[in-house]
């Protein structure tokens, strides 16, 4: 334990999702050690990101506009909808370069152990992007986990009689990886998803 105001730093950088204890400690020395116009800039990139980066109204992607780019731009697919967790998760698509559509941000995955259920994603506003029936598929790109899988159960369930295409993101086991390290959830759609071996 520090004193003060150190360790005031490192309790909050500490709260910082993915920085343990130690890591903490080793950012808040670094920063003590830094020039003070180096400090400065973090901080006031900070603060500037808090003020100007808002979410976009129409599929709450992070934006500094009323609306992101993607939902800005005329060259994307109207027709084709991928839904997913996180606005990370938008930049991990995006970088692939094989999805020309839009996006849709549910700020999460149901969780029944940490309290989050559908009330408390964006799926109600899902819906709402659905109903002009401008849509024709919608692509669940939820994670590959116990949460994500109860999203995606949720959702194509609600979306299915509504006449939609909706399809997932295939899935199974990375290259490279041993079977016996796979978890239950990847294994079981690497059994499901299985193609042709002449394929």
Not at 69 to 82: A, E, F, S
Request: proline share 5%; charged share 30%; aromatic share 6%.
């Amino acid at each position: 334990m520090y004193e003060g105001v150190v360790q005031d730093l490192i309790d909050e950088l500490g709260r910082l999702p993915g920085v343990g204890p130690k890591s903490a400690q080793r950012i808040a020395f670094h920063l003590l050690q830094a020039e003070p116009t180096d400090v400065r800039r973090l901080a006031d990139v900070l603060l500037e990101v808090k003020a100007k980066v808002k979410f976009c109204s129409t599929c709450f992607n992070v934006s500094e506009d009323e609306q992101c780019r993607i939902c800005r731009d005329p060259r994307r697919d109207p027709t084709v909808l991928c839904v997913v967790e996180e606005y990370k998760d938008v930049v991990a698509i995006e970088r692939t370069r094989e999805f020309r559509g839009r996006y849709h941000v549910l700020g999460g995955a149901i969780s029944p152990i940490d309290g989050i259920g559908p009330d408390q994603l964006r799926i109600r506003e899902l819906m709402v992007r659905l109903s002009d029936g401008t849509i024709e598929e919608v692509i669940l790109a939820t994670d590959p986990n116990l949460e994500g899988e109860a999203t995606a159960t949720y959702l194509t369930r609600m979306l299915k009689p509504i006449g939609l295409r909706v399809t997932r993101l295939a899935s199974g086991l990375p290259v490279g990886g041993d079977l016996e390290y796979a978890d239950e959830v990847t294994l079981g759609r690497a059994f499901a998803g299985r193609r042709s071996a002449d394929d």
